[in-house]
């Protein structure tokens, strides 16, 4: 007796982590969408430190997916995860206030010729 088997096209199922990988392009793909039509539809000159909220947050966003999706640290203990933020949000809080202080000695060395 012969034996005949018949295949109906190359099938391919995705695994989990190519699905979570796809669901990730396409969230970052909708991120930088949106930024990119507020970037040509917002006026800067109105509302200039309103883009710029909207352009930090929206990278925050994005940071946040690369890092825990790409480093896989999404699954990780909290306080690994912590020991990462924490240290960063210094270094940004550090930039922020050397750059204020910057403008105020900045000012006064202009104003008062100090």
């Known amino acids: 007796m012969a034996q005949h088997t018949e295949h109906h096209g190359h099938e391919e199922k995705l695994p989990a982590q ?46 946040y997916y690369i890092v825990g999706i790409f480093m896989h640290l999404k699954h990780e203990v909290k306080s690994l995860i912590w020991t990462i933020i924490l240290p960063c949000v210094f270094v940004v809080w550090l930039v922020v206030a050397l750059i204020i202080e910057g403008g105020y000695i900045g000012f006064e060395r202009f104003f008062f010729g100090k």
């Open 18 to 63: 190519t699905k979570e990988i796809w669901r990730t392009f396409w969230i970052l793909l909708i991120i930088t969408s949106f930024e990119f039509v507020i970037a040509f539809t917002i006026d800067a000159d109105h509302y200039k430190w309103t883009k710029i909220g909207i352009f930090v947050i929206l990278t925050i966003v994005k940071a």
